[in-house]
């Protein structure tokens, strides 16, 4: 059986860029995507839970 060579990939200076670009917009999306779902779960959660105020207006907290 014979052994697959993996073929190097060449990219230009342009597709180089767009590769780099494309992948910090991800990690700044999804960096700004966790901030804004932990905040907004935990508004959704207060405004929603009627038991939960319930119990912190009794508690005092």
Same mark, same amino acid.
């Given at each position: 059986?014979?052994?697959?060579?993996?073929?190097?990939?060449? =990219?230009?200076?342009?597709?180089? /860029?767009?590769? =780099?670009?494309?992948?910090?917009?991800?990690?700044?999306?999804?960096?700004?995507?966790?901030? !804004? !779902? /932990?905040? @907004?779960?935990?508004?959704?959660?207060?405004?929603?839970?009627?038991?939960?105020?319930?119990?912190? /207006?009794?508690? @005092?907290?």
């Amino acid at each position: 059986m014979g052994q697959l060579q993996a073929q190097p990939l060449v =990219l230009s200076d342009s597709q180089k /860029n767009w590769v =780099l670009l494309g992948v910090g917009l991800g990690v700044f999306m999804s960096t700004l995507d966790v901030g !804004i !779902i /932990n905040v @907004g779960l935990v508004l959704m959660h207060w405004y929603y839970c009627d038991r939960c105020r319930k119990f912190h /207006n009794f508690f @005092g907290s």
